[in-house]
């Protein structure tokens, strides 16, 4: 049958006509309503990709899929864990992923992820016939996995279950790596013998790629190890939808309204765009490591709008040498810093024993640095004036959501994408476009914090977050697919 899945696009699907009747207008029930009215309790099971930046927005969904009525079972790799006891709500099974340390510890992200895909079929497969022998009157209604682990979609079609593909980076980043084999195919981008990312570095790394207004080839979304054969073998594989009944996006329609009009015409499922889910389900934290909330306490000492938070983010690592200019450029700056320094964020580093001498009794108490922050509760507090970022898409979103404008400094995949729209597309934002060098980073962090662009971006950011909230509440945009999304659940 045909329906029609966002406005004025057609689409085929083979599920019942659950989007013909829907005008939008439905109210958000809550998991008892739905239970009273539908007899008995769903179970979906969900699979996330073990980054902390897929870990987040999958439990986040599964919160809200809970309290719709829905029971939920995670299951997960043994490496990067999630916690049970921070959602006793739902059933956890780790199975085994055959990683190895070395994989685990080479930063090698596209072959981890290769890894996983190639190691972790059997164990999916063995682990779910399990969940429907062990309760064979709760059938699993659905199984919704992370795109990056697309062997689960061949497990869930030989067991019957119906998938549902969760994208958790922003749909603008999925075109462009859709495009980097289209430009190779095309002669823009030569192989083999040299990593994408560094071709693009050396060569014509400020040119505009053809009909990708406004990312130049070195925001391309690609990394240091990608070899074209890897980038594609990823990207072909993740990228089909195959058998998925629906693709979800934890996006906005106010974010990403052309690139989702885009990625329609490319896929043939009904997309999905619910975002920031975040937002949506005051969901626990899903924190891999401990969140220091001491952190909280000195934002309190801090005036409005006047500290600048720096974290990037869960897996982006960077030299002992940037370590030091980062650290100068924040002190010289001489404006208030929350600073996330990860253990091991610095290669060989426990923590902060790598910080140059004289550093910490020079910053005195204008500078509070942690291991890990809770960072959803640092970027709403009102001490907050800007967000240095390497662009996760957690991290964007977060950060946009709480109206806080941004100083980007990307490493790898698609932090170049969303960096690029922080600050060219949606205008929130500052790029930093050199290597970390403290004399530019004392002058971006002024010009965000002290200047008047930084006070444009603040009220453009602010502007930018009432949208988001309009799209999330009764009646918006993420709110109405929502309601679709849990209406097309319950049709399985
Ligand atoms: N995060 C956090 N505390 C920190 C740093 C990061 O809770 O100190 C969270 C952040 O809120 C986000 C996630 O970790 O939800 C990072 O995901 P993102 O997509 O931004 O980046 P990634 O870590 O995947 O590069």
């Known amino acids: 049958m045909e329906v029609t899945a966002r406005k004025g696009m057609k689409v085929f699907v083979n599920v019942a006509s659950w989007m013909d009747g829907w005008n939008g207008s439905h109210d958000m029930e809550n998991g008892n309503e739905r239970r009273e009215r539908e007899g008995g309790v769903k179970r979906l099971v969900l699979f996330p990709c073990p980054y902390q930046g897929h870990i987040n927005p999958m439990l986040q969904l599964g919160s809200f899929l809970h309290s719709k009525g829905f029971s939920i079972t995670v299951i997960h790799t043994q490496f990067n864990s999630p916690n049970p006891s921070t959602h006793p709500e739902f059933t956890f099974f780790p199975i085994q992923d055959g990683l ?166 490319q896929f043939p499922v009904p997309i999905f765009s619910i975002g920031p889910l975040h937002k949506i389900e005051a969901a626990a934290s899903s924190s891999l490591l401990e969140e220091d909330t001491s952190c909280i306490a000195w ?119 969303h960096s690029r729209y922080v600050s060219q597309v949606w205008n929130v934002g500052m790029h930093m476009d050199n290597e970390l060098e403290r004399g530019e980073i004392e002058r971006t962090v002024r010009k965000m914090m002290v200047d008047a662009d930084g006070e444009v971006m603040r009220v453009r950011a602010k502007d930018l977050k009432e949208k988001i909230e309009v799209s999330l509440s009764n009646g918006g945009s993420s709110y109405n697919f929502l309601n679709k999304l849990v209406e097309l659940i319950m049709l399985f």
């Not at 993740?238 to 934890?250: E, H, L």
């Not at 700056?333 to 610095?346: E, M, N, T, Y």
Request: aromatic fraction near 8%; charge should be negative; hydrophobic fraction near 40%.
């Open 299 to 417: 934002l309190l000492k801090q005036s409005n709008n006047s500290v600048i938070y720096v974290s990037l983010g869960s897996v982006a690592s960077i030299s002992e040498i940037e370590l030091a200019q980062m650290a100068w450029g924040l002190a010289n700056s001489k404006q208030p810093f929350l600073w996330v320094i990860r253990p091991g964020s610095v290669s060989g580093s426990e923590w902060i024993e790598l910080l140059p001498q004289g550093f910490i009794e020079a910053i005195g108490e204008g500078g509070c640095i942690v291991k890990w922050a809770p960072q959803r509760e640092v970027l709403s507090h009102r001490a907050m004036g800007g967000f240095w970022s390497h662009c996760g898409w957690n991290s964007t979103l977060e950060s946009l959501s709480e109206g806080i404008p941004m100083i980007c400094t990307p490493s790898f995949g698609d932090q170049k994408v």
């Open 100 to 265: 190895t340390a070395e994989e685990i510890s080479s930063g090698n992200v596209l072959a981890f992820l290769l890894a996983i895909n190639a190691n972790c079929k059997a164990s999916f497969r063995q682990c779910l016939t399990q969940v429907m022998e062990q309760e064979p009157d709760n059938k699993i209604t659905c199984a919704i996995r992370d795109d990056l682990m697309y062997f689960t979609e061949a497990v869930a079609k030989d067991l019957n279950i119906p998938n549902i593909m969760l994208r958790t980076s922003s749909v603008t980043n999925v075109l462009a790596r859709t495009a980097v084999p289209q430009l190779h195919s095309k002669g823009h981008i030569p192989f083999p013998g040299i990593t994408l990312h560094c071709w693009i570095a050396n060569s014509q790394s400020l040119n505009p790629v053809p009909d990708f207004h406004p990312l130049r080839f070195k925001d391309l979304p690609t990394s240091n190890f990608d070899t074209f054969e890897k980038y594609s073998e990823l990207v072909v594989n993740a990228f089909d939808v195959r058998t998925a009944s629906a693709m979800v996006w934890n996006t906005t329609d106010c974010l990403e309204q052309s690139s989702l009009a885009q990625i329609q015409q």
